[in-house]
């Protein structure tokens, strides 16, 4: 068994695609060269002077769809072992440059496994999780920071809608929130078939349904992006088109120390411009939906709440305010890939604070102008 010796090292299965140990590959799709855009405008009025993602022709796509049997087990989440021939997978292919995955690993806090020396392999770096067998068939949707909205809807929801359109049985998903729950259940799965996926535990099943993750650096895959704008397009009122600002000082993101210092000057701006105020996770999941795909303007600093962008129809205009560099080319990635008509301010953040997230400031009135010129 894998957990019986620390010195054993796994093998990663360098290409999923290929098929392997105990699973057989459905679907398959190879390299695809998808377009990045370029932001229609980059004001940068305290000249921070945060690099500006460029235009890229060719971003790389490419994926599985395969089924595992019971020797396999998650840990994490995006680890899958095979406890027979020691062997494992992950969720997304790189076929080419052993670095990458291993650093792609160390981005799962929850796995047991670390990256042996060099890049030979993975070893144990814990004791065994509690063994959690499911039986049946079930579909694994599962990905990186899922108690996070954004990454919630980039990277796991693409997945828990196609496995309802292929007609899997059950679903292996984190939904510990009640809007997660919502969410899925507005796609169509019932909360019978959710298995909700605790990731200090590992899951087995009869046989598992393993798709890729759709969201390379958070570009969507076009048939991801459809999905999640069908879903929108089934929401929407059929109203007038609004004009959203998307506000940090409600919900779950007032509690963070991402606040805009001078927030409640931004929002009287916005608002005298015929902008309404939102806090997305204070509506229910059909109402957040229904306001951003029938949105003809969002504005908002970064954050989950802009996610909900992918929801709008590809007309609709978008302002994203970056205080931090560490998130900009992640969300390009992901307007550009939705089609959307987007660019970016961006604000002056405090030196002095935790540098993963930092209270930041606004200049309002090129915020203004720039509203009054092309939004």
């Not at 076929?95 to 650093?103: E, G, M, V």
């Not at 931004?266 to 902008?275: D, N, P």
């Not at 030196?351 to 309002?364: L, S």
Request: with cysteine; glycine share 10%.
């Amino acid at each position: 068994m894998i957990y019986d010796d620390l010195d054993e090292v796994l093998e990663l299965v360098v290409d999923p695609r290929r098929g392997g140990p105990d699973f057989r590959v459905l679907a398959k799709w190879e390299m695809r060269h998808e377009v990045r855009n370029d932001a229609r405008f980059w004001d940068d009025p305290f000249d921070v002077g945060f690099k500006r993602p460029r235009p890229i022709e060719s971003v790389p796509m490419e994926g599985f769809y395969i089924t595992l049997g019971e020797n396999w087990k998650t840990d994490g989440h995006r680890i899958l072992l095979n406890s027979q021939d020691g062997m494992f997978l992950l969720d997304k292919v790189f076929s080419d440059n052993a670095l990458r995955w291993a650093n792609f690993i160390k981005t799962d806090r929850d796995t047991s496994l670390y990256a042996g020396p060099g890049t030979v392999g993975l070893r144990r770096a814990g004791e065994a999780k509690p063994a959690v067998h499911i039986s049946g068939t079930v579909g694994a949707a599962l990905g990186t920071e899922p108690s996070n909205w954004g990454s919630f809807v980039a990277r796991i929801l693409p997945r828990a809608i196609m496995f309802k359109k292929l007609g899997i049985p059950k679903l292996l998903v984190y939904c510990r929130h009640t809007r997660q729950k919502e969410l899925l259940h507005l796609v169509g799965w019932d909360a019978a078939d959710i298995i909700e996926f605790e990731p200090w535990r590992s899951y087995s099943a009869d046989c598992f349904h393993l798709i890729s993750e759709l969201a390379n650096g958070l570009h969507l895959s076009p048939f991801a992006v459809s999905d999640l704008r069908g879903l929108g397009a089934n929401c929407v009122d059929g109203g007038t088109p609004r004009r959203i600002f998307v506000s940090r000082n409600g919900g779950i993101a007032s509690k963070s120390a991402r606040y805009c210092i001078n927030g409640a000057d931004v929002e009287a701006a916005v608002t005298s411009l015929g902008f309404e105020v939102v806090v997305p996770d204070s509506l229910s999941v059909s109402k957040q939906l229904a306001l951003f795909a029938g949105a003809e303007t969002i504005i908002g600093p970064s954050g989950a709440g802009m996610f909900n962008s992918v929801f709008s129809g590809p007309s609709t205009k978008v302002l994203d305010i970056e205080s931090q560099s560490d998130w900009i080319h992640g969300h390009n990635n992901l307007f550009s890939s939705a089609g959307l008509e987007y660019g970016f301010q961006i604000a002056r953040a405090c030196r002095d604070a935790d540098a993963a997230h930092r209270p930041f400031e606004v200049n309002v009135p090129t915020l203004v102008n720039r509203i009054q010129e092309s939004m």
